[in-house]
């Protein structure tokens, strides 16, 4: 088994000669980036995580990365307004109303108007969505052990808090500047 610091070394060793470019040999590339910047390897591994979820979820249940999100938070809970599930999933407002209204239509979750709540639209999974998010969770973990076969646990715990650290100090942060 790789160590994590073993697998982070190799995956920012890009030899020039195999670096993807667009343009003449010798120009810089996102590839040849990653050794000067973390922040843009995190970048390039996370959009090639999204690209390559987003299309297995497409072609396998026809659903985007935003209703993949809310159906397994809906899952671990009884139901959640649009700005909690907004919180939650860590979408905007606007992204959570779009896609409750596709998964309203697919009869996956059911969304109702309550003035108990301050006229909130109240979501929950129906019977078809427990059914769908409980086998989206499935093959999520199936899908993250094979992303993670060659870490061993210790690796993965070292890795899992030091995203969670680093997503916790940009939490408030003013990275405009």
Not at 64 to 71: Q, T
Not at 79 to 87: D, F, K, M, R
Not at 109 to 129: C, F, N
Not at 132 to 143: D, E, F, G, H, N
Request: glycine share 6%; proline share 3%; net charge positive.
């Amino acid at each position: 088994m790789r160590s994590l610091k073993k697998a982070v070394k190799t995956a920012v060793k890009v030899p020039e000669a195999k670096a993807r470019t667009g343009g003449p040999p010798g120009q810089p590339t996102a590839g040849l980036l990653t050794q000067q910047h973390i922040t843009v390897l995190l970048v390039s591994i996370g959009l090639r995580l999204n690209r390559g979820a987003s299309a297995y979820y497409r072609a396998a249940f026809d659903l985007g990365m935003a209703e993949w999100r809310l159906l397994l938070v809906l899952m671990s809970t009884e139901a959640l307004n649009v700005g909690e599930l907004s919180a939650a999933a860590d979408l905007d407002k606007a992204a959570v109303s779009r896609s409750l209204v596709l998964l309203e239509e697919r009869k996956l979750v059911s969304v109702t108007q309550t003035r108990t709540r301050g006229r909130a639209a109240i979501a929950k999974l129906t019977p078809e969505g427990k059914k769908l998010s409980a086998q989206l969770m499935q093959v999520s973990l199936q899908r993250q052990a094979r992303l993670f076969k060659n870490f061993t646990k210790v690796d993965k715990e070292r890795l899992h808090a030091l995203l969670a650290q680093l997503s916790q100090d940009l939490t408030g942060a003013d990275w405009d500047q």
